[in-house]
């Protein structure tokens, strides 16, 4: 499923205000990311993006009031029906594999140590698609991520602020990217 929208440059908003939720529904991009949202929001809001035909994407530690449990995977899923959810947990993204919901992995590269640690948290979990932090650095890093899972889809995110970064991301052959940057939403 998610593979599907992994074409053609992909940019995912990021709502991190939901006043600007009209703006990315009526914009062109596949997918939305919810980064502002809490549990007596996220239906309602889900809703209006289903019925603009939106894949809906969650955080789980930016949702209030929710818990990434094995539990609350599954009431996003069949309560709240998003379509995916981002997480820095590999226990997390295994949980969402397993409810059906598509899995982005975050990982987040300050140094040579933050590195290795998130390709050893990539190995231990099958996500859907890798989110690389920050956007900047994802640049410096995603051959090492394509050495551990050669195949998966590449997303930065982070600092994403311009369009020369934007042109440089594609450029450099990742599949997409999130910003919260509404000038560069599609």
């Not at 590269?109 to 698609?129: G, H, V």
Request: net charge positive; charged share 20%.
């Amino acid at each position: 499923m998610i593979s599907e929208i992994f074409n053609n440059n992909l940019i995912i908003p990021s709502l991190r205000k939901l006043r600007y939720l009209e703006t990315a529904l009526n914009g062109k991009a596949p997918a939305l990311y919810l980064s502002n949202v809490h549990i007596g929001n996220l239906k309602s809001i889900t809703q209006k993006c289903h019925q603009k035909n939106k894949l809906v994407i969650v955080h789980t530690k930016l949702i209030g009031g929710f818990k990434a449990d094995q539990t609350g995977i599954k009431l996003l899923k069949n309560s709240f029906k998003v379509d995916g959810l981002f997480s820095t947990n590999p226990q997390t993204i295994n949980l969402a594999k397993k409810e059906g919901l598509f899995a982005i992995q975050r990982l987040f590269f300050m140094d040579s140590i933050s590195t290795d640690y998130a390709l050893d948290n990539l190995r231990n979990s099958s996500p859907d698609a890798c989110e690389l932090l920050p956007g900047p650095i994802a640049l410096k890093v995603k051959d090492k991520i394509k050495e551990v899972v050669p195949e998966i889809p590449l997303l930065a995110a982070g600092y994403i602020d311009n369009q020369e970064l934007v042109d440089k991301i594609f450029a450099a052959g990742l599949d997409g990217l999130t910003t919260s940057s509404k000038e560069l939403w599609p």
